[in-house]
């Protein structure tokens, strides 16, 4: 076993911990103003007392034992997350926006990726239970409360993001999917696209890409000199997709064809499909895709996407579970947000060519 020594020769483990009483002598403060800071009330505290806090603490090298301090107090102060998938790009923007917030209100963030594994999934609710974290932000990859165990029953307050679960009613934070599908459907069909496939992921009963999918084609039936259809696959299966991508190029349509992406995974995954097919990006095909990632400008002329707040959606998940801990019974909330259209050369077709297509 490796022990640290500090520079007086004693070992990490011999040396006297410090204590609240020792940080707010220090600080010239009461004990409970110390306590306050620790645990989460800094905005009863003046500017001044929570500087003179913050800087003794940092002198002192204080390290509270939040754990003995949530069991002492009935509270831990801990936010569990489950991620559905950690490598997917909007998970870890809306966590950073979520971990944000628990800064701020002094909460620790837990984080839990099941890797789209309702077993996982499950086991980490348990774990996160005994843990006695004080609220959980879901980011589901069932489809049913019924397939989350004991869920329903669970002891501290549930918030979904992004996706709904049957038979399950509870705070849900996510994008508007339906008009911020319409948007995309329209601004495609605007540019002058007669022949459009939206392409996801197998939709396995996930109402993300479910409302998705009958936004586009509720859009598309408003257009009759339009034509579309959805192409749902594992989109990692590159030759699939290369295949299913080549017979929608070389198939006669109605027009100037594009293609809708899903998701940012989607995205990255028909950009690469498009490009070993020896597609011009984007002159041969339009591409519009949901999520704004950081490589969006960098391929072709930039991809058109539709961005998600996605830190105003992680605040907001927050912002649910504090509403529930300060005592709010009130009905489950539904809080949608708005995508942003960013228009970029991927679904920008000269005006002539337009013209020609209406």
């Not at 917030?101 to 309702?118: K, P, V």
């Not at 097919?277 to 950081?294: K, P, T």
Request: aromatic share 6%; net charge neutral; hydrophobic share 40%.
């Amino acid at each position: 076993m490796i022990k640290q020594v500090d520079s007086t020769g004693l070992s990490a483990a011999n040396t006297k911990r410090v204590t609240i009483n020792e940080v707010a002598r220090d600080a010239r403060v009461s004990k409970t103003s110390v306590s306050r800071y620790l645990g989460g009330e800094r905005h009863l505290l003046s500017d001044g007392t929570r500087d003179q806090i913050e800087r003794s603490i940092a002198k002192l090298d204080y390290q509270p034992n939040q754990m003995a301090r949530g069991l002492k107090r009935g509270r831990t102060r801990l936010v569990g997350m489950i991620i559905a998938d950690i490598l997917n790009p909007y998970s870890i923007a809306v966590m950073h926006g979520i971990e944000a917030a628990c800064r701020q209100h002094g909460y620790t963030l837990m984080i839990c990726n099941s890797n789209n594994d309702e077993r996982a999934e499950r086991g980490y609710l348990e774990i996160l239970q005994s843990y006695s974290v004080e609220g959980v932000i879901l980011h589901a990859c069932a489809r049913s409360a019924a397939n989350l165990g004991q869920i329903v029953r669970y002891q501290a307050p549930i918030v979904l993001v992004d996706r709904k679960l049957a038979n399950f009613d509870t705070d849900l934070v996510g994008l508007d999917n339906y008009q911020s599908t319409i948007t995309a459907t329209s601004h495609l069909i605007d540019q002058g696209y007669r022949d459009l496939v939206f392409v996801t992921e197998a939709l396995q009963g996930f109402s993300t890409r479910l409302e998705r999918e009958a936004a586009f084609h509720l859009t598309l039936r408003q257009h009759p000199e339009c034509m579309g259809f959805t192409l749902a696959l594992d989109v990692n299966d590159a030759e699939q997709l290369d295949r299913e991508l080549r017979n929608f190029l070389t198939n006669d349509g109605a027009g100037p064809k594009a293609v809708l992406t899903t998701n940012g995974v989607v995205t990255l995954q028909v950009s690469q499909s498009l490009r070993r097919l020896g597609c011009r990006l984007f002159e041969d095909i339009g591409l519009l895709g949901f999520d704004e990632l950081e490589w969006s400008t960098l391929i072709g002329t930039g991809i058109t996407t539709i961005a998600q707040p996605t830190h105003d959606i992680g605040i907001a998940a927050m912002d649910c579970l504090l509403r529930r801990w300060a005592g709010d019974r009130s009905a489950s909330r539904h809080i949608t947000f708005r995508g942003q259209l960013l228009v970029r050369g991927s679904t920008t077709r000269p005006p002539s060519e337009q013209q020609q297509a209406a």
